[in-house]
């Protein structure tokens, strides 16, 4: 499943994500607490769990929008738990976040525009060729408003918009969320071709089927720690996580 | 009421026994007792400086009331409560003063107005009620707004109510003062209406309404979802607190016995509305801000003096209320009142006293 | 006729200042939802920095931009001071402390360079008139005008082809995803304050070239002009400013041609009320909030 282009040949670190007993918080409400979690590089991991589980804090803990209150954050072997959130975005993860959150004022260009913004200024026409080429829709809908599009067209947009930066991590937060089931498909098909093109990619899902397809190895999180983890896991076993059913189980790790 | 072993979590201080009525009156009655106290204390041994600045403080204080009735529950700055305490100060002072004063201050003021001569208490009372009525009608307009649109819009009122005073010549003298109020406001009358106000104030936070009008402070959909009325319980806060303010500003106008349109402006705003932002959204919060402020304000002013340096108490009433935002946000008490969170501690210890958990009611 | 094409220009200058302030309070409660009365406090800034300078003799060529920096500069300083430790907080609370702050420096002026209002030393060409046939127009609201309109027009430029401008933009529609695109978040908010700082220095320039006094206060009044042109074009949108500014500075300058002479004092009073009942009917502005910079 590993991309050739994954880098394990030199001394390089053997992670490219790597938590380390992760925990955040609201207030005084723990919302996850010691995760442990790993994501090589070429690799599709996902993680699942109900909602309410811990998913999205998870990431929004790793790009720093959300106040750690314990454990770390290792990227590319670098401790990168007490960057400010574009210090993260700039040493090369990017999250779309969920519920698109594009700038619906402005055009998909400037969408385009902004996602592009830390990259050097030689690097801007081939990263958007790249993106256009992966999404037509972004080539030919430039001048359109963004919040115009539907919302199948604006996770394009959003995901397009992620990528301008060329991460070295994609983080994708629900994208499928609220979408037709047509577009659902169309949502997937796409991240199945961005992981041919060997764009490392941690995914939060709730469609716990679609997700397990396309991913390597997945993570169940509940009331916000990692119950499960593998890359053998059944569909109906996370399934009856989401209810409560199963306790605590360790997976066959990949 | 004793046996508090369904009460597990610390967020539920106010599950208690009877209506909520029942428990704003007792809840406010320490308040209302304090607030006596320090009257008959101040009146038996204290000496004519401590006698000026706690009446003033209660007459701000239900100025501050008022405001916190609107603002503190809606979370809608307010700029125009000092407008609304202007207005009750003028009414009542034209429906009481002498005639033979107002013969010569305002000759051109119609007959009847120049006749009256109305008992203190019924002209406080007709202030009041006046003030409520253009509020209710100012305010069928502004309660649609939110936010920033609706904080220029009550600078608006403030303005436009300095302006019809600033020029009704015929009747408030204009700009000039207004003199030969007749001196009503004792230290008592004061800390009556203050305790009154506290009970208003306190009522109305625990009524529905106010539970209406504090949610949609957090969330306006939110809240018309659950079935309140945004618009209807704002209008009701604004009239009742803008009637909280005009009694303030009729206890003002009979304890200076002059009044001036251009003292009801910005600056006597910015201290009403630090008291409430100091102590925090709720009665009690209202009254250790005035508390604090007015204490403070002596200070500063004694400083300006000793300094002859005058602006020093707003540059720093500016600081404090800056820095209170920056450390405490939500004031100095927060949301609680301040027997709901003595009962909360008070439970917290008893069950530290009584074993680790005795609540098998939780979950 | 002569009378009209006056009034006309009038309305032009004063609604050109009254754009500019708008302008410089929409940019930062379009990015940080705050109101900020402080906002006068760097007109009167500029004010105090065109009276010293001409005092001391300084050619009028370096003043003028001085003018400008002092705005800017005093913009920056408050808010890293004040209002960075309240970034996020409520509206009200935000809106509170700007109050607090703008009465703080008011006072803290007045003790320190006293209240007596000081005359500034204009230069005299700013009260030489152009004649066009019986039409005469002050140079200095020529002057006004075409200076607005290029400074809009840069500030437009600024906004859609720059990579900060854009974010600022972006800013405006969702503060916390302009920071997942890499933006430090911190730029934005220091250069929407440099912007707006300096639109208040310009603003003082021609706003005192009217009336070349200067006090602690000076700058409460076109604040509140700002603050209502604003509001009219709906607060956050800048298009919204500037043509509530225009729309303000018309009305005034109409409502004193024609409101008999008794009643020029109550102007305020009367926009004010105006306002009121235009956001019975339109609670947003005219613009509306969500159209924010779409129009830019």
Not at chain 1, 203 to 224: F, H, P
Not at chain 2, 279 to 303: H, K, N, Y
Not at chain 3, 25 to 38: D, G, M, T
Request: aromatic content about 8%.
């Amino acid at each position: 499943m590993v991309e050739p282009s994954a880098a394990s040949a030199e001394g390089e670190p053997e992670h490219l994500l790597e938590l380390q007993g992760l925990s955040a918080r609201y207030g005084s409400l723990v919302a996850i607490r010691e995760v442990e979690m790993t994501v090589d590089a070429g690799e599709v991991v996902t993680l699942l769990g109900a909602n309410g589980a811990g998913k999205s804090t998870t990431l929004g803990a790793i790009v720093g929008l959300v106040t750690k209150c314990g454990g770390k954050v290792r990227f590319e072997g670098r401790d990168i738990s007490r960057l400010s959130t574009e210090a993260v975005v700039a040493s090369g993860i990017t999250l779309v976040p969920e519920g698109r959150r594009i700038f619906a004022n402005l055009s998909v260009e400037d969408n385009l525009r902004l996602g592009g913004a830390t990259l050097p200024a030689g690097e801007y026409a081939a990263a958007r060729d790249e993106v256009v080429d992966l999404f037509p829709l972004v080539g030919n809908r430039s001048r359109t408003l963004a919040g115009l599009l539907s919302g199948g067209e604006q996770q394009q947009v959003a995901i397009a918009r992620a990528l301008m930066s060329r991460p070295k991590l994609l983080l994708l937060d629900e994208p499928s969320l609220g979408l037709a089931p047509v577009i659902v498909a169309a949502v997937f098909e796409l991240i199945a071709q961005l992981k041919s093109r060997g764009i490392t990619m941690l995914l939060v899902e709730q469609n716990v089927e679609r997700a397990m397809e396309i991913a390597d190895r997945a993570y169940v999180l509940s009331t916000g720690h990692i119950t499960m983890a593998g890359d053998q896991l059944s569909v109906a076993e996370i399934e009856d996580t989401y209810l409560g059913l199963t306790s605590s189980r360790s997976g066959d790790d990949a | 009421m004793a046996n508090d072993a369904g009460a597990t979590s610390a967020a539920t201080p106010g599950r208690q026994l009877g209506p909520w009525w029942l428990r704003s009156l007792g809840g406010s009655a320490g308040l209302m007792v304090v607030l006596l106290v320090i009257a008959v204390a101040v009146n038996a041994a204290g000496s004519p400086t401590d006698l000026r600045v706690a009446t003033t403080f209660f007459i701000y204080l239900v100025v501050a009331l008022g405001l916190q009735t609107f603002t503190g529950y809606s979370g809608i700055i307010s700029f125009a409560h000092v407008g609304f305490m202007a207005l009750g100060g003028y009414a009542s002072a034209l429906l009481t003063t002498p005639a033979l004063i107002k013969q010569t201050s305002i000759p051109d003021a119609p007959h009847w107005l120049m006749s009256a001569e109305l008992n203190f208490w019924v002209a406080g009372a007709i202030a009041v009620v006046l003030v409520m009525l253009i509020a209710f009608v100012i305010g069928i307009p502004l309660v649609r707004l939110n936010g920033a649109p609706a904080a220029v819009a009550t600078i608006g009122v403030l303005v436009i109510v300095n302006t019809i005073l600033s020029n009704s010549d015929s009747i408030t003298r204009g700009a000039q003062a207004f003199y030969g109020i007749p001196a009503k406001t004792t230290i008592f009358v004061a800390a009556a209406v203050a305790a009154g106000a506290v009970l208003v104030a306190r009522l109305f936070r625990d009524s529905d309404s106010g539970l209406g009008l504090r949610s949609s402070r957090l969330d306006v959909l939110g809240s018309e979802a659950s079935g309140v009325n945004v618009d209807r319980v704002r209008l009701l806060a604004w009239t009742l607190s803008a009637g909280i303010a005009a009694a303030g500003g009729v206890l003002f106008a009979h304890y200076l016995t002059t009044l001036l349109p251009s003292v009801f402006m910005y600056n006597l705003t910015l201290t009403i509305l630090t008291m409430i932002i100091i102590g925090g959204p709720t009665a009690s919060g209202a009254v250790v801000g005035a508390m604090i402020v007015s204490v403070a304000t002596e200070f500063l002013r004694r400083a300006e003096d000793t300094f002859s340096a005058p602006g020093l108490s707003t540059v720093v009433l500016g600081i404090f209320i800056l820095v209170t935002m920056i450390v405490r946000p939500s004031g100095l008490l927060g949301r609680w009142e301040i027997d709901t969170w003595l009962r909360g501690r008070w439970r917290q210890v008893r069950r530290v006293q009584s074993g680790t958990t005795t609540g098998g009611g939780g979950s | 006729m002569r009378e009209v094409i006056q009034q006309v220009v009038n309305g032009l200058s004063v609604g050109s200042i009254y754009a500019l302030v708008a302008l410089g309070v929409a940019i930062v409660f379009s990015i940080l939802n705050l109101v900020n009365f402080a906002h006068g406090e760097f007109i009167t800034a500029a004010g105090y920095t065109m009276f010293y300078l001409a005092a001391g003799d300084v050619p009028w060529v370096l003043i003028f931009p001085s003018a400008i920096i002092a705005g800017a500069l005093v913009a920056a300083i408050l808010e890293r001071v004040a209002f960075r430790p309240l970034r996020g907080a409520a509206i009200a609370t935000q809106l509170l402390a700007s109050f607090a702050v703008s009465f703080a420096i008011e006072n803290a002026l007045q003790l320190s360079v006293g209240a007596r209002p000081k005359a500034i030393d204009y230069p005299s060409w700013t009260q030489t008139t152009l004649h066009l046939g019986s039409i005469d127009i002050q140079w200095l609201d020529i002057t006004t005008f075409v200076t607005t309109m290029a400074v809009l027009a840069l500030i437009m430029w600024y906004l859609r082809h720059t990579t900060t401008g854009l974010a600022m933009r972006a800013a405006a529609d969702d503060f916390a995803t302009t920071r997942l695109m890499g933006i430090p978040a911190n730029r934005v908010v220091v250069v929407a304050f440099l912007i707006s700082g300096a639109l208040a220095g310009l603003a003082a320039i021609f706003y005192f070239g009217n009336s070349p006094v200067v006090s602690p206060t000076s700058g409460f009044d076109p604040l509140l002009k700002g603050f209502i042109a604003a509001v009219i074009g709906g607060l956050g949108s800048l298009p919204g400013a500037v043509f509530g500014g225009f729309l303000l500075g018309g009305l005034e300058v109409a409502m004193d041609a024609t409101l008999p002479a008794g009643l020029t004092g109550s102007i305020d009073a009367f926009i004010f009320a105006l306002l009121i009942i235009a956001l019975l009917f339109r609670p947003s502005g005219i613009f509306g909030v969500k159209t924010a910079f779409s129009r830019v």
